[in-house]
C-alpha cells in the first residue's frame, strides 16, 4: 500500500537555532508559490510568507516547495508551520536546542562499552545491564580469544572496546574511525574555547575531559589486537567477532558462543597507526605514559604495514561484519598524515598520497580525505603555501556540498552520483556537515556555517519520509533501531535505543529482508523503515553516533558562545 509520512510540512523536530538559518520544506504537486504561516504554541501567528516552487527532488520522487523563515526573530516552544490546514510537526527555536542532544550523542559509547557494567547511576535502571565478555558464564570471555582455527597458535587478551552496532563484534577498522572522530570532536573544541559537556560515565571527574576518557576506552582495545610476535608482528587483527551471528534480542553477557579473533589486515594494521598518532598527541597532555604507547603502538603497525602492504580482509564470511578493503593506498596516506603531524618526521609526509574529494568524503572504507582532515587540525606542520593550498582544497570540497544541499529540496549535503544511497547514508551525511563545519573553521565563511548546521535539518526530520533519524529527539523519531539489548519491539522488558542514537538511514540497496519486503521500488531517500529487522537501513554503528557527536558539538557550541 501506500506508505503515510504525515505532514507534508517538513521541518527539523528537534528545533532551530535563534542564530542559524531556518527553513522546511513542503511536499506539494502545486506550481504556485503557496502561503504559510509560523504558529505559536497558542496557535498565534508570528510570521507568514510565500514558499518557492522547486520541483521534483529526485531523491525523495516528489515534487517540493521552499519555506523560509528566517525573518522571524523570536524564539520558544512548539512552534508549528502551516500551509493551508497542512501543520508540521511542532518544534522550538532558540539557543541551546543541541545541548542535550550533544550529551546523548556521546552517552551512545559508553552504553555499548564492552567489558564492564553498564550501570543505572549512569545511564537509569532501564539501560543497566551486567559486563559483556568478561567470561562470565555463558560468555567465553574476550580476556583469552584464540585466532580463527588454523590462523594463528596464540591467543589474544581483547577485553573492553566497544560493540559495533547492534551486534556484538568489535572491528578495527571502523572502530578506530570513531575513535578518531571523538578526538578530533576534543580538538576541535579544545581549539574553539569550547569547554563540551560533561558525561556521566565512570571516569567523570579524573580530570581528565570525558570525552577523552571514552576514547580511550576503545583506544585501549584498538591497541591490544597488535599482533604481538612472530612474522606479523606489529600489524593489527582486523576483527573478533562469534563463530556465528547470534539470534536476537540477546544482551552481550548472555552470549554463549565462542569469538575468534579474525587474520590481521593492512588496512586494520593503518587504521591503529592512523588513531595511535592522533592518541599520541592528543593525550601528551593528559597522560605522557598512555600518549608514549600510542606513539610506539603506531610506529610499529606503520612499519609492519610497509612490510605487509597487501594483506586483505576478506570479503564475506559468517557471525559479524566483513569490512572488508582490497584498496589500503588510502588507509596508508591517512596514517602517515596522522603520523607527520604527530611527529614532524619529513618521511612520514613524503607518504602522504591522497587529498580530500568530494565524491568520496570519508568513511570506514575511503580514509584518503581524512589526510586533510588530519592536517587542518594542525595546519602549523605545513609551510604557509601549503596551509593556503589545504584551506582551498577544503573550501572547494565544501563547496560541492553547498551545492548539493541547495540544489536539493531537502537540504541535504549528501548527492551521490549515482543517486542510490549507501547502507549508513545518514553517517555520509553527518560526515558531509563536519567537512563544512572544518571549511567553516578554516575560512570563517557563513555559508559553510550554515550548510553544517542544515544538514541537521535532514537527519531530524527535515526529509522525504517526516523522520527524525535519532531516538527521543522529534516527534517521528526512530525507535526500533536494530540492535540486541535496544530491542523493546521483541521484547517489552528491554529498553528503545538509549535517546541520542542515529539511525543507519535510507538504503537503496535494501539488503536485508524486512526492507525486501516492504520497501520495493523506493526512492532512494524513502528506502527505510524503522523495524528492528531491517539491519540494512536502521542499525546503529559506532562510526556513525561518533559522526552525529561531532556535529551536533559544533551546532552546540555555534550556538552557545
Ligand atoms: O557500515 C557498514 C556498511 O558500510 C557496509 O556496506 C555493510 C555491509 O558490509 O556493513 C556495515 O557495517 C555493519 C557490519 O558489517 C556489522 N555490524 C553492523 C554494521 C552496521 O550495519
Same mark, same amino acid.
Request: net charge negative.
Given at each position: 500500500g501506500v506508505r503515510d509520512f504525515g505532514s507534508?510540512?517538513?521541518?527539523?523536530q528537534l528545533g532551530y537555532l535563534g542564530n542559524g538559518p531556518r527553513r522546511a520544506t513542503y511536499v506539494t504537486d502545486a506550481v504556485d508559490a503557496q502561503p504559510w504561516r509560523l504558529l505559536d504554541a497558542t496557535d498565534r501567528v508570528v510570521s507568514s510568507g510565500f514558499s518557492t516552487p522547486y520541483g521534483l527532488d529526485a531523491a525523495a520522487g516528489t515534487r517540493v516547495q521552499l519555506i523560509d523563515f528566517g525573518r522571524y526573530r523570536g524564539s520558544g516552544q512548539g512552534f508549528r508551520l502551516a500551509v493551508g490546514d497542512q501543520l508540521s510537526e511542532p518544534f522550538d527555536i532558540g539557543n541551546g536546542l543541541y545541548r542535550s542532544l550533544r550529551r546523548d550523542s556521546l552517552a551512545y559509547f559508553y552504553n555499548n562499552r564492552s567489558g564492564i557494567p553498564i550501570e543505572a547511576r549512569y545511564v537509569g535502571e532501564e539501560y543497566a545491564r551486567p559486563a559483556g565478555?568478561?567470561?562470565?558464564?555463558?560468555n567465553q570471555g574476550d580476556t583469552s580469544v584464540p585466532c580463527l582455527? @588454523?590462523?594463528? &597458535?596464540y591467543s589474544l587478551?581483547?577485553?573492553? @572496546?566497544?560493540? &559495533?552496532?547492534?551486534?556484538?563484534g568489535k572491528y578495527v577498522v571502523n572502530g578506530a574511525l570513531a575513535a578518531w572522530q571523538l578526538l578530533d570532536l576534543y580538538e576541535r573544541s579544545a581549539q574553539h574555547r569550547d569547554r563540551g559537556v560533561d558525561l556521566r560515565?565512570?571516569?567523570?571527574?579524573?580530570?581528565?575531559p570525558d570525552v577523552l576518557d571514552e576514547a580511550r576506552w576503545e583506544i585501549d582495545f584498538l591497541l591490544r589486537m597488535q599482533v604481538p610476535s612472530g612474522s606479523l608482528a606489529g600489524m593489527v587483527h582486523h576483527k573478533i567477532h562469534d563463530v556465528a551471528w547470534t539470534g536476537m534480542p540477546l544482551l552481550p553477557s548472555a552470549d554463549p558462543q565462542p569469538r575468534y579473533l579474525y587474520p590481521p589486515s593492512t588496512a586494520a594494521t593503518l587504521n591503529v597507526a592512523a588513531v595511535g598518532a592522533r592518541c599520541a598527541r592528543v593525550y601528551a597532555a593528559w597522560d605522557k605514559a598512555f600518549a608514549a604507547r600510542c606513539l610506539r603502538v603506531a610506529e610499529r603497525a606503520w612499519k609492519a604495514a610497509a612490510a605487509h602492504p597487501a594483506v586483505y580482509a576478506p570479503d564475506g564470511g559468517v557471525g559479524g561484519g566483513a569490512y572488508d578493503d582490497t584498496k589500503v593506498s588510502d588507509e596508508f596516506s591517512w596514517a602517515a598524515a596522522e603520523l607527520f603531524v604527530a611527529t614532524g618526521k619529513a618521511s612520514y609526509r613524503r607518504s602522504i598520497t591522497t587529498v580530500l574529494k568530494a565524491a568520496d568524503g570519508f568513511s570506514w572504507q575511503e580514509t584518503g580525505g581524512l589526510a586533510d582532515l588530519a592536517l587542518a587540525r594542525a595546519p602549523w606542520r605545513l609551510p604557509l603555501l601549503d596551509q593556503w593550498k589545504l584551506r582551498q582544497r577544503i573550501a572547494a570540497v565544501a563547496d560541492v556540498y553547498v551545492a548539493a544541499l541547495r540544489g536539493q529540496g531537502y537540504a541535504n549535503p549528501y548527492k551521490p552520483a549515482d543517486g542510490k544511497y549507501v547502507w549508513g547514508s545518514n553517517s555520509a551525511v553527518a560526515n558531509s556537515a563536519m567537512i563544512l563545519a572544518i571549511a567553516h573553521d578554516l575560512t570563517w565563511s557563513g555559508k559553510y556555517r550554515d550548510a553544517a548546521l542544515e544538514s541537521l535539518d535532514y537527519l531530524l526530520g527535515r526529509n522525504a519520509i517526516n523522520q527524525s533519524y535519532v531516538t527521543g529527539y522529534g516527534e517521528r523519531a526512530s525507535q526500533n533501531q536494530h540492535h540486541r539489548f535496544w530491542a523493546k519491539s521483541l521484547d517489552p522488558a528491554l529498553p528503545s535505543p538509549y535517546p541520542g542514537s542515529l539511525a543507519g538511514g535510507p538504503n537503496s540497496g535494501l539488503q536485508d529482508p524486512v526492507a525486501q519486503r516492504n520497501l520495493q521500488g523506493c526512492a532512494a531517500a524513502t528506502c527505510?523503515?524503522?523495524?528492528?529487522?531491517s539491519y540494512s537501513t536502521n542499525e546503529v554503528a559506532v562510526n556513525w553516533n561518533s559522526a552525529l557527536a561531532w556535529i551536533t558539538a559544533f551546532a552546540d557550541a555555534e550556538n552557545s558562545s
Open positions: 507534508p510540512v517538513r521541518v527539523n565478555h568478561v567470561g562470565v558464564a555463558p582455527p @588454523g590462523t594463528c &597458535d587478551d581483547v577485553r573492553g @572496546g566497544w560493540y &559495533d552496532a547492534g551486534d556484538h560515565i565512570p571516569e567523570a571527574g579524573n580530570r581528565t527505510y523503515t524503522d523495524h528492528i529487522g
